[in-house]
């Protein structure tokens, strides 16, 4: 999952151009670890904080100045998409347009798929980002390193401990000049603890390099001269001409050719493939909005309003009474009902959840239109990495009066009537 913002520099005389493309799949992978909260909305649409996974990206884009056109790509429908594509086209007065992969081309190959679509404005640089990365994109500070580096592509890195390297891409930089020395794709022994966040700054070369490594693939069929049986082990093995990794492809082969820099982050990163992390990530754009939009976070003392403490992010349609205690870290969407005397710690209410009197949701994320009864506990244990750290109801999920629901997944339409713990309700 990507994002890419593209622009070009016609003249001194003239204002810069910018377009932007979001891809939001690069494999037929459309959010199946998300599940069950990707059964009903497709991934890179879950609100986080309020918003559209999506949406904290783009939004961020806004700071490069004259943005003019915006391409969402994925594998997912294009109806699934067009109430939201409208919804932003309106809020950027932008047109934004979702374009469909027919197949997997890898995270660079898609980019070359619609490079016809990218080079329109002959742009000087491509911005990429990875959709399911949750930072502060640092953009204006990412693209001045890249033109005083002056090479093909600049990534931004982060610091992370050397125990979780691993899950990453990781690289290795010139202490000085900072150019891309070594990368390795989530290598088996440890070679660094700076990390790829997921976001790029290219340009046009790009495509060259991308083109020749399907060149390359397609020169080594045509010479291939082995036994039938070895040309069936090789097709096994080999990859399509037009499926390109942007990481094994093309970052790998670069590094050390004086062709790719990094610009390291000192700010929050993180990468949303588990509702666990989307708890997580919600939490840290919940910060983020005291400094980027300070008028989305709520406040109240109990009187005419509930108590918020901390970051609480409330939909204007919800209701919420005025003896409920709400955060901190806590994103109730539209048309969500809280009752008196509910107590609401990191968590997310999705639309139309009813949560009754004095209950208690903590460290979970409630599903679409399910109830939680009076005097019931939904809770989680806070590790956002285990499989059951948080509990998760899917939707339209019933919690009877006086039930505690600890460290569950809960598939939806199911009504829990009895206490569970540590469980996966199919």
């Known amino acids: ?20 493309q979001f891809n939001i ?26 918003q559209p996974m999506v949406h904290h990206p783009i939004s961020a884009c806004k700071r490069i100045p004259h943005l003019v056109q915006i391409y969402l790509i994925g594998f997912y429908e294009e109806r699934e998409f067009l109430l ?33 679509f990218i080079m329109e404005d002959n742009p000087s640089n491509i911005v990429m980002l990875n959709c399911d990365v949750c930072c502060s994109f640092p953009l204006p500070d990412l693209l001045e390193a890249h ?28 202490p000085v000049t900072n150019e891309l020395l070594h990368y390795a794709e989530k290598p088996e022994t440890f070679v660094s603890d700076r990390i790829n966040c997921g976001v790029y700054i290219f340009t046009p070369d790009i495509f060259s390099a991308i083109q020749g490594v399907s060149n390359e693939r397609k020169d080594r069929a045509t010479m291939r001269r082995v036994s ?6 090789s097709a096994t093995k080999t990859l399509p001409t037009d499926f390109v990794r942007l990481d094994q492809d093309i970052l790998s082969p670069l590094a050390g050719k004086k062709q ?17 992390m989307s708890l997580r990530c919600s939490a840290l754009y919940l910060s983020q909005f005291r400094y980027t939009y300070p008028h989305l976070l709520a406040s109240g003392d109990g009187t005419k309003s509930a108590t918020i403490i901390g970051d609480v992010y409330i939909h204007p349609s919800a209701k919420v009474h005025p003896l409920a205690k709400i955060g901190p870290n806590v994103s109730i969407s539209a048309n969500a009902r809280i009752g008196a005397g509910v107590r ?56 009877e009066d006086e039930v505690v629901v600890k460290n569950c997944i809960v598939l939806p339409n199911k009504t829990l009537n009895v206490r569970v713990q540590e469980e996966i309700i199919l």
């Open 147 to 174: 033109k005083r580096y002056g090479g093909m592509g600049t990534i931004l890195v982060s610091k992370v401990s050397a125990e979780s390297a691993n899950q990453f891409g990781e690289l290795v930089a010139d």
């Open 260 to 276: 790719l820099y990094t610009y390291e982050t000192l700010d929050f990163w993180e990468q949303i493939k588990t509702p666990g």
């Open 1 to 20: 999952m990507y994002f890419v913002c593209i622009w070009r520099f016609p003249g001194d005389s003239i204002s810069k151009i910018c377009d932007f």
């Open 228 to 233: 039938s049986f070895e040309a069936l082990q």
């Open 25 to 50: 799949s690069s494999d037929y992978n459309v959010g199946t670890r998300f599940r069950p909260l990707s059964l009903n909305i497709p991934k890179p649409l879950f609100p986080l904080a309020g």
């Open 84 to 116: 939201y594509v409208s919804s932003i086209s309106n809020e950027l007065k932008v047109p934004v347009r979702y374009l469909r992969e027919d197949k997997p081309h890898g995270s660079a190959g898609g980019l070359y798929n619609f490079r016809d």
């Open 344 to 399: 609401l710690i990191s968590c997310i209410i999705l639309d139309d959840v009813e949560v009754k009197e004095h209950a208690l949701v903590i460290h979970s994320i409630v599903g679409w239109k399910s109830s939680i009864g009076r005097w019931s506990r939904v809770e989680g244990g806070g590790d956002y990495t285990a499989k059951l750290g948080i509990t998760i109801l899917g939707e339209a999920v019933t919690v």
